[in-house]
Each structure stands twice: as C-alpha cells, then as structure tokens.
T-cell receptor, first 110, second 120 residues
Framework: KNEVEQSPQNLTAQEGEFITINCSYS?????LHWLQQHPGGGIVSLFMLSSGKKKHGRLIATINIQEKHSSLHITASHPRDSAVYICAVPDGSSGDKLTFGTGTRLAVRP | GAVVSQHPSWVICKSGTSVKIECRSLDFQATTMFWYRQFPKQSLMLMATSNEGSKATYEQGVEKDKFLINHASLTLSTLTVTSAHPEDSSFYIC????????????????FGPGTRLTVT
C-alpha cells in the first residue's frame, strides 16, 4: 500500500508570497493528483501529472518519479488561495483506488 | 473539464431514517465511481467502488447493508445511508472516472462537490 506524506501540515503566508507544498510517496506510480478543498468542503482537481511540470495560472506542479516526490507551488499567493491542498496517488493495489495525503492547510493573510 | 455533481449538497435527517445521495457525471460517461467519506480534520477515506451494472466493492470495515450503492447508468450512482445514526454524520464525496474514450488520462478522477450529512 502506498504511503503518502505531505509537508507542511499547516502553512500561513502573507499575500504575494511564493508557496511550496511537498508530497512524497512510497510506491512507484503512474500519476499523482493535486486537489484543493475549500472550507465549505468541495474538492477541485488541480492537476494530474505523471512527469515533469504542469502550470495553470499561478499554480505549478512538478513531479520527480525517480525520487517519488511532487511539489505544488503557488506564485503571488492571494487570500482566496486559502484552502487545504491534498495530494493523492494510486494505492498500489489497483490503478483506480487513490491514497490521500493528510493535506496541507494554507492560510494566506492580506 | 469534466463535471461531477452531487445532490443534495447538504441534508439533515433524524436518527433511524434513510438518506439517498446522488452522484452524476454531467458531460462524460463513468463506468466507475467512487464514494468517499471525510470526518472533520481528517483525510478522505474510500468507502466503496461503484461499477455500472454490477455490485459495488466495499472497503474493509464499511457495512454494505448500511451503505447501499446503486450504479444503474453510466452517469449516475447513488449512495443510500440506511437507518442513519449520529455517527454517520460526515462529508460524503463521490468521484467518477471516464470510461476511457481517450479524452481523459487513465486513472484521472473527477470529484463532486460533496454532500454534508447531519444526523440528529
């Protein structure tokens, strides 16, 4: 079973700061998900990536398959970025089931 | 992008009653949908995998007679919490995987907005 670790667990930043959230996993995977969960609970899928880097607006996700590590970066952070960011990977037993990290709670202060 | 909806977004029910939650894929077909439960300050936990036209596969520790899943079409799965109790109060989230038409990456799951269930 894949073990997922995220760091940090909690992060407070000032508006405009560059933010990095890390995710490590134990079993080789085909792809990794980054999800965003707002205080109301709804989940938004930000990225699914299998190699290299993806960019969407101010969000950048990178993955190093060999090192079993991914990072999510937020440039020019804004209070509306405040949310829980979760990484998820296939659990190792089948391609469908996901194992979720415990999440990083981000608060961006104006 | 692919859209998954859930209904209702929140529900309050009395102990002992049953509640049905719907999960729909709006612009794609999903042979496989997943039901998750999330307690406060905890991560999502997979409850069951719902397969269109066949029985759901439940995770260890999840009572299949209490959490009834029906995936009768390629765009709809339902979760019914039977004889609900206060400990069933939680946030229930579904996700759906495209049938694999080639439009979406294999293993990509699209998440619904969630349903908050409160049992009084």
């Amino acid at each position: 079973k894949n073990e997922v670790e995220q760091s940090p667990q909690n992060l407070t930043a000032q508006e405009g700061e560059f933010i990095t959230i890390n995710c490590s996993y134990s079993v080789g995977i085909s792809a990794l998900h980054w999800l965003q969960q707002h205080p109301g609970g709804g989940i938004v899928s930000l990225f699914m990536l299998s190699s290299g880097k993806k960019k969407h607006g101010r969000l950048i996700a990178t993955i190093n398959i060999q090192e079993k590590h991914s990072s999510l970066h937020i440039t020019a952070s804004h209070p509306r970025d405040s949310a829980v960011y979760i990484c998820a990977v296939p659990d190792g037993s089948s391609g469908d089931k996901l194992t979720f990290g415990t999440g990083t709670r981000l608060a961006v202060r104006p | 992008g692919a859209v998954v909806s859930q209904h209702p977004s929140w529900v309050i029910c009395k102990s002992g009653t049953s509640v049905k939650i719907e999960c729909r894929s709006l612009d794609f077909q999903a042979t496989t949908m997943f039901w998750y439960r999330q307690f406060p300050k905890q991560s999502l936990m997979l409850m069951a995998t719902s397969n269109e036209g066949s029985k759901a596969t439940y995770e260890q520790g999840v009572e299949k007679d209490k959490f009834l899943i029906n995936h009768a079409s390629l765009t709809l799965s339902t979760l019914t919490v039977t004889s609900a109790h206060p400990e069933d109060s939680s946030f229930y989230i579904c996700s759906a995987r495209d049938t694999g038409t080639g439009k979406h990456f294999l293993y990509e799951q699209y998440f619904g907005p969630g349903t908050r269930l409160t049992v009084t």
